[in-house]
């Protein structure tokens, strides 16, 4: 069902023209929504400050439609998605949603709610309410896979970042389509120490969806160089890192080494606060969610390759950005920063400072709010 985050606050009339926000996203379970390599995870915090926006300028309230999908044994991201995988009763809640003659900006994440969106659209449920509808599609997959076929049917396609754009310009997408708003990661829940003695060896967690050999020859020079220095696997590095082939890489070390390797099925925030920085190795076109959290939570990020993190930290000033392709540079690099607990919380606080002003819920609430306001026009 729909779930109503904010009651109209009506004010001078002078000002915007109210419509109604109605959001399409894959919630997923409760569950779901720690893992902080997921979008589920800030979908709500977002959208709760769009709400709150809402009220502000006198319009109509801001709700959230979860898109379900029916039980399936194709993982979450996977490509042979459709209509028919969705929970029929989406398209109910949809239409419930829409039962009036507001007029309306949808915004649909992911391909999931950008079919419901323009399915709903094209429908016969409420003439009136749809005429006066606009879609917006947030895809979650890279520029030119299925997902993005529906852009013919948005009056704007939402972007995570310069490089997505010029990617999504490169397939063909009008630049008029094109709105460019960074990601957010929710607010860490805890305050979470970046001062005081330094009085253990680093722990750092591995992020990222990139495990492949080349990664786990930096990790072993790195463990190699430091007695002190703990390595933690998290999310989907943490599942990689179970499979037999990398699984039989790790044993190989000694077992001084491997006894400092561990691993996490999942990104939380208990997580986060017992590593000291987060190593993330994220492969185009993944958004960088768990290093987003990491800024959040005071802990540097150290970008590896091509990672899209890149995008969301200052080299030098809140993490690092190595690439290049020699193991042994790149493990130097994370070592000398793993290496001084002073520089690691420098780079946390700096870090927590980006977020504040680049990637916290609101922020990215305000930027769709004038997409919104652009579009409804």
């Keep these: 069902m729909s779930a109503d985050l904010g009651s109209p606050r009506h004010l001078d009339s002078s000002g915007p023209a109210p419509y109604a926000v109605t959001v399409l996203a894959p919630l997923g379970d409760p569950e779901a929504r720690t893992d902080l390599e997921r979008p589920e995870a800030a979908v709500l915090e977002v959208f709760n400050a769009v709400a709150r926006l809402t009220q502000v300028a006198g319009r109509a309230p801001t709700q959230v439609v979860p898109v379900r999908r029916k039980e399936q044994p194709v993982p979450y991201g996977a490509r042979r998605r459709s209509v028919e995988?969705?929970?029929?009763?989406?398209?109910?809640?949809?239409?419930?949603?829409?039962?009036?003659?507001?007029?309306?900006?949808?915004?649909?994440?992911?391909?999931?709610?950008?079919?419901?969106?323009?399915?709903?659209?094209?429908?016969?449920?409420?003439?009136?309410?749809?005429?006066?509808s606009v879609v917006v599609l947030e895809p979650l997959g890279a520029p030119g896979s299925p997902e993005w076929s529906l852009a013919d049917h948005a009056a704007a396609l939402v972007v995570q970042?310069?490089?997505?754009?010029?990617?999504?310009?490169?397939?063909?997408?009008?630049?008029?389509?094109?709105?460019?708003?960074?990601?957010?990661?929710?607010?860490?829940?805890?305050?979470?120490?970046?001062?005081g003695p330094f009085e253990r060896g680093a722990?750092?967690?591995?992020?990222?969806?990139?495990?492949?050999?080349?990664?786990?020859d930096v990790v072993e020079r790195i463990l190699r160089a430091s007695a002190d220095v703990h390595v933690v696997f998290a999310g989907r590095a943490g599942r990689d890192s179970r499979e037999r082939l990398h699984a039989r890489v790790v044993r190989s070390w000694s077992p001084a080494m491997s006894a400092r390797v561990h691993a996490s099925a999942l990104v939380?925030?208990?997580?986060?606060?017992?590593?000291?920085?987060v190593v993330d190795i994220c492969t185009p076109p993944s958004v960088p969610r768990a290093a987003l959290a990491a800024m959040s939570a005071s802990r540097p990020v150290l970008a590896l390759g091509d990672s899209p993190a890149a995008d969301v930290v200052d080299h030098g000033q809140t993490g690092l950005c190595l690439t290049g392709p020699d193991p042994s540079r790149l493990a130097a690099g994370i070592g000398r920063v793993a290496g001084n607990g002073e520089l690691l919380r420098r780079l946390g606080r700096a870090g927590r400072e980006r977020w504040a002003g680049e990637h916290a819920p609101h922020v990215r609430a305000e930027r769709l709010a004038a997409v919104y306001d652009e579009v409804a026009d």
């Design 85 to 132: 995988m969705l929970d029929a009763t989406t398209l109910e809640d949809v239409a419930d949603a829409l039962a009036d003659d507001a007029p309306r900006v949808v915004h649909a994440v992911g391909w999931e709610a950008g079919v419901v969106a323009v399915a709903v659209r094209q429908s016969n449920v409420t003439p009136e309410g749809i005429a006066n």
């Design 161 to 195: 970042s310069e490089t997505d754009r010029r990617s999504s310009l490169r397939h063909g997408i009008a630049a008029g389509l094109l709105h460019v708003v960074p990601p957010a990661a929710p607010r860490c829940p805890v305050d979470l120490a970046t001062d």
């Design 203 to 216: 722990v750092l967690a591995v992020v990222g969806d990139g495990l492949d050999g080349w990664v786990l």
């Design 268 to 277: 939380t925030w208990p997580l986060l606060a017992q590593v000291d920085g």
